[in-house]
């Protein structure tokens, strides 16, 4: 049914990150920026979903560059994930052996860092199920082509030369980037989406990624 089939990282493929370890990220970044003691306020504003205009509007209360803060920020932000992955603590969903019986070129694309994506997907040896994977890069332009913006989404579909697509993602904002680039879309209802409200509809809600395989499966599989 499907030529490619995109798929979110963070809550799709692996396991989310908490709130607490993307804080303590942000705060080393204001450590290494030489502010010792910063607001906890601005802390968590940088940590999750800060846009430009804030970031460059904090950036500006503490006397440090926006550009110079943020490539910072991310990279802390990178460490964080990355360590937490190797301690166990971030890792795959038990349902990510079903890509293998989908029969279309997958891709990921993420709201994370890029160097976050690419280190987690080689650790846990998924790298070579995507032929393409996108991340943000390192910069306060990658915010506003966050989903969603369908900005990297449109990328992927160019890569893969997809006429048709699906994207699999956990977030309203993923339902909404599918809807930009105009395709279709499958909300999946992870345990953290149990109670999630939508105020845009997908075109698929499913429980995990096993439901995958009656949209576009190459063989039955009996896994659940």
Not at 19 to 42: C, I, Y
Request: charged share 30%.
């Amino acid at each position: 049914m499907y030529d490619a089939v995109v798929f979110d990282h963070d809550g799709v493929i692996v396991g989310r990150t908490p709130f607490d370890t993307l804080r303590e990220a942000a705060w080393n970044a204001f450590e290494r920026q030489g502010v010792s003691d910063p607001d906890l306020a601005h802390v968590d504003d940088v940590a999750v979903g800060v846009d430009p205009a804030t970031l460059t509007d904090i950036c500006e209360r503490y006397d440090v560059d926006p550009a110079e803060f943020w490539r910072v920020r991310d990279q802390t932000a990178a460490e964080a994930q990355i360590a937490a992955s190797r301690a166990g603590k971030k890792t795959p969903y038990d349902d990510v052996d079903v890509l293998t019986h989908l029969d279309a070129a997958l891709g990921v694309v993420s709201s994370n860092q890029q160097a976050t994506v690419d280190d987690l997907l080689g650790h846990f040896g998924l790298a070579e199920r995507f032929e393409v994977v996108y991340g943000r890069e390192p910069s306060i332009a990658s915010l506003s082509r966050k989903k969603p913006s369908p900005y990297y989404l449109e990328r992927a579909l160019a890569d893969l030369d997809a006429s048709t697509a699906l994207f699999v993602g956990d977030n309203e904002s993923d339902v909404r980037a599918a809807d930009n680039a105009g395709i279709d879309s499958a909300f999946v209802r992870r345990p953290h989406r149990r109670e999630t409200e939508l105020s845009t509809q997908p075109t698929y809600e499913i429980a995990d990624l096993h439901d995958l395989v009656s949209l576009c499966g190459r063989t039955p599989v009996d896994s659940r």
